[in-house]
């Protein structure tokens, strides 16, 4: 006995009729002929059919498109929910090195001023993540601000700490960093390598005008040529390297995506991925951030063309709900994110005084338990609307700063879920295309 899932979107592509399923993340694309039967079976997936359609319904079956009666998917999807969000095997530490930054970006919610890390401070965390080593499976070190790069010796030191007593204890080390990219310059660049910073990610904000007017050096000076020049001499002295390329979404950029796809063109694009993302927050430019949010409401789904326009030019492209059975990283017990000064926050937007959760101490991390309790106590699987959404897959309850806060935290892409799926059978169809281009460059 079988029946439909509940997380299938179809819909018409010219001649051919596109099946989703965001449960299995199967997408499968059938002429409608074939389509005809497949929607057949779906409708009544134990109705008996001709010996011709069994293969289209053991596709269906092995797509995750029909279920067995007894197989619950809400059950499913909590498990695996839960496998991830208490797993333990694995440490994911952000350091913020400085909360001082040297732009003054328009949007910025951060206050851009602060203590930096003392040497003690960095040998805290240090011999606290040397004692997990010993029971863990791996470390995963990510480094974000303010701007990290103003404390290199503290990235320095922890990274090739860290490095060595992982291989001492045969555990895998990653690291990554977030960083505005001014301060990149080719000493520092050398070290990446070293220091097995595989993953940088950094804001574009379009061309050289919006970028410079977006995100500024403070005093005003633009940074765009710097940044551009960096990054330039970052790829040719690093061997494995990735590069995240954010371009953070507002009124001055909206209609201007492929001048900000052709300045990356100029960047190796087996090494970089590309995503965007709508300016979010709030500061003191109430103007400003009234036109974001004017514009915001009014084309809300439609940045996510820009993935395909990304695609459409061979960059990799990056959908940041699609990659692990949580909404991001910090929705996980393994997770944390320790300050300057040893203070700990629960993920890196709510940053500063009065967002501390506990604090990093020679016994390791010591949390003020209701603030921890009430970070982790949201269920998706406790809430009727979650549990109704056919997005639930692939957001498992959204963002988990934003419940903090007592608003829904759902993804942009809820509003629209069949437009979701468009974008994305879109951006793969792309992808694979331009793999079988590459397969005959000689």
């Known amino acids: 006995m079988f029946k439909p899932s509940r997380y299938n979107v179809i819909f018409r592509d010219g001649d051919y009729v596109v099946f989703v399923n965001f449960l299995t993340r199967a997408i499968a694309r059938l002429e409608k002929s074939k389509a005809e039967i497949a929607e057949k079976i779906l409708k009544d997936p134990d109705e008996e ?41 694995s440490v994911m530490v952000t350091i913020i090195p400085t909360l001082a930054c040297n732009f003054d970006c328009i949007y910025c919610y951060e206050s851009k001023t602060g203590p930096s890390m003392t040497a003690k401070t960095a040998e805290r965390i240090v011999e606290y993540l040397k004692r997990l080593i010993r029971t863990r499976r791996s470390i995963s070190v990510g480094w974000f601000g303010g701007e990290p790069l103003l404390c290199f010796d503290v990235v320095k030191f922890v990274n090739s700490s860290l490095i060595e007593a992982c291989r001492e204890n045969n555990v895998d080390f990653h690291s990554s960093m977030s960083t505005n990219g001014y301060l990149l310059d080719k000493e520092k660049a050398e070290w990446f390598d070293r220091l097995e910073i595989r993953n940088v990610q950094i804001t574009i904000d379009g061309p050289e005008d919006v970028h410079n007017k977006y995100r500024p050096l403070k005093g005003g000076k633009g940074t765009f040529d710097t940044i551009v020049e960096n990054l330039e001499n970052l790829f040719r002295v690093t061997e494995k390297l990735q590069v995240t390329f954010r371009m953070n979404v507002g009124p001055d950029n909206f209609h201007r995506v492929e001048e900000f796809l052709n300045v990356l063109e100029r960047f190796p694009k087996d090494r970089t991925r590309v995503y965007f993302r709508w300016i979010f927050g709030s500061n003191s430019r109430e103007f400003f951030f009234r036109k974001v949010y004017e514009i915001r409401d009014r084309e809300s ?142």
């Open 301 to 442: 789904l439609n940045i996510l063309n820009f993935y395909e326009s990304a695609a459409k030019r061979g960059f990799n492209v990056f959908l940041p709900v699609l990659v692990q059975n949580r909404y991001c990283e910090y929705d996980c017990v393994s997770s944390v994110v320790i300050g300057p000064q040893g203070e700990l926050y629960p993920c890196t937007v709510r940053v500063g005084k009065g967002m501390e959760i506990g604090r990093l101490t020679n016994r390791g991390l010591e949390y003020d338990r209701k603030k921890y309790l009430r970070w982790h106590s949201f269920d998706a699987f406790e809430s009727e609307e979650c549990m109704r959404c056919k997005l639930l897959p692939v957001c498992m309850g959204g963002c988990r700063s934003a419940r903090f806060d007592g608003k829904t935290g759902c993804p942009e892409e809820k509003k629209d879920p069949e437009k979701f799926a468009r974008e994305w059978y879109r951006i793969k169809l792309l992808e694979r295309q331009v793999e079988k281009l590459e397969a005959f460059k000689i």
């Open 49 to 89: 059919i001709p010996e011709e359609w069994l293969s289209i319904k053991k596709d269906l079956i092995y797509g995750g498109y029909i279920v067995d009666e007894d197989f619950d998917e809400i059950e499913h999807l909590k498990l695996m929910n839960r496998m991830t969000r208490y797993d333990s095997s």
